[in-house]
């Protein structure tokens, strides 16, 4: 369902906090930061008074302690990775089953990638 995949609760989110700053904050596809990782994270460390370090492109393998409780079930391919990996060379193909949900999903991520650095 649409609250199953939370992108209605992302544009609450965005929302809630573009009404506390005052301003909309930064959004950021990640399609784009594997395009181009170092690009997307440069105008990222911009928009929000960061210094950049090439250092932000690569980690070391296995998890952190800051993972938090459901780490296993989230990050196995991130504790495999030492960087970005590649964009895919196409977009999934959504099962006619799903559909309609992504129909549902997309006004919703338009808003908020209408807002993306």
Request: with cysteine.
């Amino acid at each position: 369902t649409l609250d199953d995949i939370g992108f209605k609760q992302q544009a609450e989110i965005f929302e809630q906090v573009a009404d506390h700053l005052g301003e909309a904050p930064a959004v950021m596809d990640s399609a784009d930061i594997l395009a181009n990782p170092q690009m997307e994270l440069r105008k990222l460390c911009a928009h929000i008074d960061l210094e950049f370090h090439p250092s932000m492109l690569r980690w070391p393998k296995g998890g952190h302690k800051d993972d938090g409780p459901w780490a296993s079930h989230w990050y196995q391919s991130v504790w495999k990775s030492t960087g970005f990996g590649k964009v895919a060379a196409s977009p999934p193909k959504v099962p006619e089953e799903f559909r309609d949900l992504l129909e549902e999903a997309q006004p919703f991520y338009e808003m908020m990638s209408a807002y993306t650095l």
